[in-house]
Structures are given as structure tokens and as C-alpha cells.
């Protein structure tokens, strides 16, 4: 008996036993309430990025369907307006405003155009289409500008 008593201590350290000296506070495996926090806050904010991201990315999206739903009518109301303007020239009669429907949105355009540049032999007109529309409770714009030249004879 007498030998198990004197090799118990080492024994113990070894095998991993507790030893009779109490566990400092910081060498258990819970968290401090401040970590939680920490933790929690970190947490918050990346998700708050994440879901923000995300709803940007709709919105673009969004935006970039209203366009090219009508991309192709604003190239052809253009087209329209520079060749009455080359064809006409001063004499031209274009509806300027209006609006129109499409996937479910309600789209009003104006268009301007004014004399540029005016010689004995032409006429520079300078034409601008502007299309609004609203998104939700945003309100979006396209512009576009181009040019008509009106020759005399």
C-alpha cells in the first residue's frame, strides 16, 4: 500500500485525472457574455450586408427587364422622329408626349428636338427622347439624343 501512495500523484497528472487544485475561470469552455454579443452583432451585420446585397441585385434586375422590354421602341421612336425631321425638316408635325403600357407598368415619354445648326443648305436638328416610369416606389429614367439633318434644295 505504502507504494501506490508514493507514484498515485504522478500517476494521476499522467493519466489525466483532475488534480486537486481548482480550474481557473478562463480554461472552461463557455463564452463570456461580451463574446456573445460580439458574436451576435458580427453576425447581424453580415446578414444585414448579405440581405441588402441581395435586394440590390433584384432591383437591377428589375431595372434591366423594364429596359429591354423597351429598348427596341425607343430605338424605333427615334428612328421615327430623325427621319420625319430629315424629311420635313420645319414642316414636321410629331406628337411629342404620350405613354403606353407594358408588363404591367405605365410608361410616359416626351421627346423635344431644336435647331443645332442652320445653313443655306441643311438643318441640324437636335432631338432628345425621354422615357419615365415607376418601380415600385422608385421612379426611373431612360434618355436618349440624337441628331437629323434636314437638307434644302
Given at each position: ?117 442652320e445653313s443655306t443648305s441643311y438643318t441640324l436638328y437636335a432631338v432628345k427622347l425621354v422615357l ?22
Amino acid at each position: 500500500m505504502m507504494r501506490r501512495a508514493l507514484y498515485a500523484p504522478y500517476f494521476s497528472h499522467i493519466c489525466g485525472r483532475a488534480s486537486a487544485q481548482p480550474s481557473s475561470r478562463r480554461s472552461r469552455g463557455g463564452f463570456t457574455l461580451v463574446e456573445v454579443m460580439i458574436a451576435t452583432a458580427v453576425l447581424a451585420l453580415g446578414a444585414m450586408l448579405i440581405y441588402e446585397g441581395f435586394f440590390m441585385s433584384i432591383d437591377a434586375n428589375e431595372y434591366c427587364l423594364d429596359y429591354l422590354s423597351v429598348a427596341s421602341w425607343i430605338d424605333e421612336k427615334m428612328w421615327f422622329v430623325q427621319n420625319e425631321l430629315t424629311r420635313y425638316g420645319p414642316l414636321v408635325d410629331i406628337k411629342t408626349v404620350g405613354s403606353f403600357v407594358k408588363r404591367d407598368k405605365d410608361f410616359r415619354w416626351s421627346i423635344s428636338y431644336c435647331v443645332r445648326d442652320e445653313s443655306t443648305s441643311y438643318t441640324l436638328y437636335a432631338v432628345k427622347l425621354v422615357l419615365d416610369w415607376q418601380r415600385g416606389k422608385k421612379s426611373s429614367r431612360i434618355t436618349r439624343n440624337a441628331y437629323a439633318l434636314y437638307e434644302k434644295e
